[in-house]
């Protein structure tokens, strides 16, 4: 019988400060010997929202390159999996300790490091695309609630990366009665990629939860390529100060129990989302 091959990987919760909340991710520091089809089917074994693959840049500019898998499909980008990759390329000493770049399939993207106690970690949004407004009476009854639950804005789809359906509701009680119905009574066409995104605007900023069934996760605790398109929605729509400089919070997974804090930093018309990182697991996988 031929020898196993071991692969070590982390586990680390995303989004925050404290062990067992937050975003977990699982990263594979030494990706470069598994193929796409392997990286798939573990991602589908541990079954996380998503895991990261490491393997070299083939940019000069990049500290490393990054795959990102859900239990279902690649990733051109998701900001969980950046963020913990890169606290793990710095808690291992394989990346600089301010400002680098990772290279992912949608291109090249900037994190700095602001220094503390404990690093919190920021990531450059991708440029942030708008598109279709879905109506707000199917997007309530897509959710079990009723029209008058939601806030006069209409509902809309904006992608960076990964297109995300934006509800405005009226109170932290409505996003937490809300669950995902039909997704197909959302969409434009059977086969469009879409995730829900059903948030309340809160004094700190929003208060938030996802939905993507498609990717085989029912709902998400943290997710990062979805607040930085959240930015841009609640600026388009007067919701956070249209200032040069703002800074508020998404709090996101607390009714699913995994309470998350994605920071955001808008400056000068770019979009930074950051947070904490807590280290979990150290394993290795044999097959």
Known sequence: MESATAYRYRVVDVFTEHPLEGNPLAVFPQGHNLDASTMQRIAKELNLSETAFVLPSTRSDCTARVRIFTPAREMP?????????????????????????????????????????????????????????????????????????????????????????????????????????????????????????????????????????????????????????????LMKHGLVSNHSRTRFVSEQGTKMGRRSILHVHISDGNIEVGGYVTSLVEATMRF
Request: proline letters at 10%.
């Open 77 to 233: 980008f998701a900001g969980r999996p950046t963020i913990g990759t890169s606290y793990v390329l710095l808690d291992e000493g394989a990346a600089p300790g301010d400002n680098f770049l990772l290279e992912e399939a949608i291109g090249p993207i900037p994190i700095r490091v602001e220094q503390g106690v404990r690093p919190l970690i920021w990531l450059r949004t991708p440029p942030v695309e708008e598109g279709r407004k879905v109506d707000p009476v199917i997007c309530a009854r897509s959710l079990g609630l009723t029209a008058s639950d939601l806030v006069n804005i209409p509902p809309q789809i904006l992608s960076a990366g990964n297109p995300h359906l934006y509800i405005a509701v009226k109170d932290k009680a409505t996003v937490d009665r809300a669950g995902l119905r039909s997704l197909e009574l959302l969409k434009a066409e059977p086969n469009e990629l879409l995730c829900v995104f059903v948030f309340a605007t809160t004094l700190e900023g929003v208060y938030s939860r996802m939905f993507a069934p498609e990717h085989r996760v029912v709902e998400d605790p943290a997710t990062g390529s979805a607040t930085g398109p959240l930015a841009v929605y």
